[in-house]
């Protein structure tokens, strides 16, 4: 899997356990892809034995679904710990492409 796909794949769990209720569609505008690959993701996740449940046509990732918890045990970032790594990882990205 590329990078580009990667970050969307991230970026979309993000969404999906965020308290936001946003439909495929709307995810699909803000990920700037398809709603078809919107639905190829969330198959992704299901196939790694995440649980997608579905509010008012809104998909959320399910906070009961296995491997959940140690991941967010293993990432739990502040918000000013999220902005360093993030500066970083931008900085490294930058002398890395001179």
Do not use: W
């Not at 140690?70 to 502040?78: A, E, G, K, N, V």
């Amino acid at each position: 899997m590329d990078q580009p796909k990667l970050e969307r794949l991230l970026r979309l769990m993000k969404m999906l356990t965020a308290n936001n209720s946003l439909t495929v569609d709307e995810i699909a505008d803000k990920l700037g892809i398809s709603s078809r690959s919107v639905y190829r993701y969330i198959d992704t996740f299901r196939d790694a034995g995440f649980v997608i449940k579905k509010t008012n046509n809104c998909p959320k990732l399910d906070k009961s679904s296995p491997y959940f918890k140690d991941i967010s045990r293993l990432i739990h970032f502040t918000e000013e710990e999220d902005y360093i790594l993030k500066s970083a990882i931008e900085s490294i990205d930058e002398n890395n492409g001179s």
